[in-house]
């Protein structure tokens, strides 16, 4: 069964940086697109970046966006989630999600859409 695996996540500081890994593995990686997504305490899972399956287009929230890079190594099977200038506010579980390119561009900011999911790694950020 195919499997996501999270990493990276832990205590910083705000202005800080972090990088998240996702490992998959009994996938076919270089044929899924890949999303990060965060659930912040008391809230809803939300989604946070995107990148296609071989050609690397991305895409990010806007509450991310300049600050959160998303790529992935394909000869690896792994996705990652650089962090940089870290907010109190981006505080949350982060899970990354794969879902297979054949699916097409609609909805990738839906989590429903996706079939494969980490147990998520736990980011907090203090002042």
């Known amino acids: 069964q195919a499997r996501l695996e999270e990493s990276g996540g832990g205590l910083v500081q705000a202005g800080d940086s972090l990088k998240l890994a996702c490992a998959a593995s009994k996938l076919t990686f270089y044929l899924y697109r890949m999303a990060w997504f965060r659930r912040a305490p008391g809230k809803e899972r939300e989604f946070v970046a995107v990148i296609s399956a071989s050609d690397g287009i991305t895409d990010y929230s806007d509450s991310v966006k300049g600050r959160f890079t998303i790529s992935r190594d394909n000869g690896k099977n792994t996705a990652y989630l650089q962090m940089s200038n870290l907010r109190p506010g981006d505080t949350a579980i982060y899970y990354c999600?794969?879902?297979?390119?054949?699916?097409?561009?609609?909805?990738?900011?839906?989590?429903?859409?996706?079939?494969?999911w980490g147990q998520g790694t736990q980011v907090t950020v203090s002042l």
């Open positions: 999600a794969a879902r297979p390119m054949s699916i097409g561009n609609s909805r990738y900011y839906h989590e429903e859409t996706y079939g494969y």
